[in-house]
């Protein structure tokens, strides 16, 4: 195509799209994964990216997106850190004309005219199926059963509604009871720290529910330095199912893990390609993603990307 005056480059000459994203950081094997993904894919697009990295700080994105906005960059990205506080600089660049892409997580702001589509997984619903395989798991059984809960960072979308998705499920059943939750920060050297205090203060831990892969990792080393045999002595259900969590769910380590997946660079690049055209896109654009029981991971492991 030819040279778009409404393009926002900056009067540069060259038509390539530029793209600011504001990425959470590098807590996780899924965050890493996710990087690539929209490295990679931006590369492919022939899309200018501009890529930050704000270190698990709504501080930084906030800096980040107001220097996007300075440059004046075609479209911004990213992927908001905790749910709330965004209004404040979505409107500034709402006024600068630049379109905003929520990407991964979401925010809680009702004003939706505050960004052009949001392109992510539906973390409740994943939390939803977390609880379904526990209620099947223990049923018929009437003894109590005592979960720990390793949650993520603090008010980010995936902690929140992980949480309150399980907890809608397994309320239907009273003997189902978290005896303990607290953040492991989605790290593993976190998810290690906090299930060490859960196993010297609780007497019986009969199932660990892990908000994503790396604490439930963490936690695995945790729960075998205690003399104890993750997957058959504590049942471990996760989020994520990156390469690492995979190999332990097809161990027998883990007995459990909700997909959910990081890959959404060519999709996004597809949104901002759309959006910088103009052209009108669905409000959200859900993850497709899936379960895996330990033989399900035996299966696909060889061919897991990430
Ligand atoms: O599950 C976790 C990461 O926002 C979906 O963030 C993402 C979550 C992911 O740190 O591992």
Redesign the pocket.
């Known amino acids: 195509g030819g040279d778009d005056a409404g393009s926002g480059n900056g009067g540069g000459g060259d038509d390539k799209i530029t793209l600011g994203f504001s990425q959470?950081g590098a807590?996780?094997?899924?965050?890493t994964a996710?990087t690539k993904s929209i490295q990679e894919s931006a590369a492919s697009a022939g899309i200018d990216l501009k890529f930050s990295d704000a270190q698990g700080k709504q501080e930084n994105q906030i800096k980040a997106i107001r220097n996007f906005i300075t440059q004046r960059v075609d479209v911004i990205a990213f992927?908001p850190v905790v749910e709330s506080g965004w209004s404040t600089v979505l409107k500034e660049a709402k006024d600068a004309g630049i379109p905003v892409i929520l990407t991964?997580?979401a925010i809680d702001d009702p004003d939706t005219s505050l960004y052009k589509t949001f392109i992510?997984?539906d973390?409740v619903e994943e939390g939803k199926k977390a609880g379904d395989w526990l209620v099947k798991e223990y049923n018929g059984k009437t003894d109590p059963v005592n979960i720990v809960e390793l949650q993520?960072?603090p008010g980010?979308?995936?902690a929140n509604d992980r949480k309150s998705g399980f907890a809608d499920v397994i309320k239907a059943d009273t003997k189902f009871k978290v005896v303990a939750s607290q953040t492991g920060q989605?790290t593993r050297t976190d998810g290690k720290a906090v299930m060490e205090t859960f196993l010297k203060s609780q007497p019986k831990i009969d199932v660990l529910y892990a908000?994503?892969?790396?604490m439930g990792l963490g936690a695995i080393e945790a729960i075998e330095a205690a003399g104890k045999k993750p997957g058959t002595d504590i049942k471990i259900i996760t989020?994520?199912a990156v390469k690492d969590g995979m190999t332990a769910l097809s161990e027998g380590k883990i007995n459990f893990i909700v997909e959910?997946s990081?890959l959404l660079g060519p999709q996004l690049m597809d949104l901002v390609k759309k959006v910088n055209n103009g052209e009108t896109i669905p409000q959200r654009v859900l993850t497709e993603e899936t379960t895996f029981t330990p033989e399900q991971a035996k299966e696909v492991l060889a061919d897991r990307k990430y």
């Open positions: 959470v807590e996780s094997g899924w965050r996710n992927s991964d997580r992510g997984s973390f993520g960072t980010a979308a995936p989605f908000h994503n892969d790396d989020v994520d959910c990081p």
